[in-house]
């Protein structure tokens, strides 16, 4: 049996050597397979993400009743775990978050303090972003909610990394403007203790705007490694790929002549 065999098309000429074929499709078959499992295993924490956060939101505890003990951002239940909230908006102790964007627009992020019928705290709850083209702060319709409600919102736990820009505010201009929550900053200009981390709206809820935050995912750290490796192997078998075709062609030839 002859392992080895030349072919041609046009200027093009390749030797292949069956064994050593065999091999490297046997790599890319290998690396293809792997990369493929790699893209199951991140589809499969979506679905998983998705029926956690359906189950999650059918079985919202009161905001009220989570342990003091589990507020800590290294709790892995505590982000984006959805929350009830029964009580009242404070509507003229309002926010406007500023330079928040959507599709590439500027506006403002709205921000209302929520206070709990059941222990009397102040919770601020993230409602969305308001679009801040033509129109001052002083005269944005920030749709105010009145009167006594329960509403549904999830817990926002800020990454350790993130980046709160500090903000001089201005007590007298009402709503507050800030560059960011910094929520032991706004406990002193309520002159109150604040429920440690903001809560955002989910969807439907009274009040709520455009909902701009990016999708949170307590497994999205896992998700997006999945799919860095499923690139990986993905790339592995191309370059096998490539690497035995220029060993075995003048493919680099050509392509150096046509420059």
């Known amino acids: ?3 080895t065999r030349e072919f041609s098309i046009g200027a093009f000429h390749i030797r292949v050597n069956w064994i050593i074929l065999a091999a490297v499709l046997m790599s890319m078959a ?3 397979r792997l990369s493929w499992w790699q893209l199951e295993r ?5 679905e998983a993400q998705r029926e956690l956060e359906a189950q999650l939101s059918l079985t919202a505890p009161a905001i009220e009743e989570i342990p003091r003990g589990h507020l800590h951002p290294a709790n892995p239940e505590l982000p984006n775990r959805h929350v009830t909230l029964t009580g009242e908006y404070e509507n003229d102790r309002g926010i406007l978050v500023l330079a928040e964007f959507f599709n590439g627009q500027i506006g403002y992020g709205v ?6 019928a059941a222990t009397g705290e102040l919770v601020l709850v993230e409602r969305g972003w308001i679009s801040g083209i033509g129109v001052d702060a002083e005269n ?4 105010p ?5 329960s509403t549904s919102a999830q817990i926002y736990v800020p990454p350790d990394d993130a980046r709160v820009l500090s903000s001089e505010i201005d007590p007298q201009n009402r709503p507050l403007r800030v560059r960011g929550l910094e929520l032991d900053v706004l406990a002193g200009v309520f002159d109150e203790e604040l429920f440690p981390f903001s ?6 809820q009274p009040g709520v705007f455009v909902r701009h935050w990016p999708a949170v995912s307590a497994d ?9 490796y499923a690139l990986q192997w993905f790339a592995a078998a191309f370059t096998v790929l490539l690497i035995s075709l220029l060993a075995s062609s003048n493919l680099w030839s050509l392509l150096r002549d046509s420059n």
């Open 111 to 116: 921000v209302t303090p929520f206070r709990l």
């Open 140 to 143: 944005l319709d920030l749709r």
């Open 30 to 32: 290998g690396f293809l």
């Open 145 to 149: 909610v009145e009167g006594f409600l």
């Open 220 to 228: 999205a750290a896992g998700y997006t490694q999945n799919l860095s």
């Open 199 to 204: 809560v955002r709206l989910t969807e439907e």
């Open 1 to 3: 049996m002859q392992l």
């Open 42 to 46: 991140a589809g499969e924490k979506v």
